[in-house]
């Protein structure tokens, strides 16, 4: 967050900024959302429609530095914006790859997510196994 306490003062409320934006935006409000981490208010404020011309700054009289405070909040908004996409993007893949189970097992003629009895083989079974495969595999050499 960008801080500059050597000549700034608390906002007055005059509404100099207000009046000085070209994009017709209340840098006031922007500004108080901004310190608060309030970015659904900045984003209804429409902060991203700034075009950083400077004005604000040039005529507040309590020396914020509104742009620097709005280039940060930019990118924040930016970061958030990114993780929601990353989000969607994520669980859109997990439903893609639950779709895709279903599928496979509809083709196996199993329904999916069905929780299979946990089957358990002894020692012996498994050496059995083996044994008639390898006789198998005896049985078909020439």
């Known amino acids: ?25 209340d840098p006031e409000v922007l500004f108080l959302a901004l310190v608060k981490d309030d970015f659904g208010v900045t984003q209804s404020a429409r902060l991203d429609a700034c075009s950083q011309c400077n004005r604000c700054v040039e005529v507040c009289p309590s020396h914020i530095p509104l742009l620097d405070w709005f280039r940060w909040g930019k990118s924040k908004l930016r970061e958030h914006e990114r993780a929601a996409d990353a989000r969607k993007r994520f669980l859109a893949r997990n439903a893609r790859l639950a779709r895709e189970r279903e599928l496979r097992a509809m083709r196996r003629g199993t329904p999916w997510p069905t929780a299979l009895p946990m089957q358990t083989i002894s020692r012996s079974e498994v050496l059995a196994a083996i044994a008639r495969g390898k006789a198998r595999r005896r049985e078909q050499r020439p």
């Open 1 to 25: 967050m960008p801080t500059d306490a050597s000549t700034q003062q608390s906002c007055s409320h005059c509404g100099d900024c207000a009046r000085a934006c070209p994009e017709a935006l």
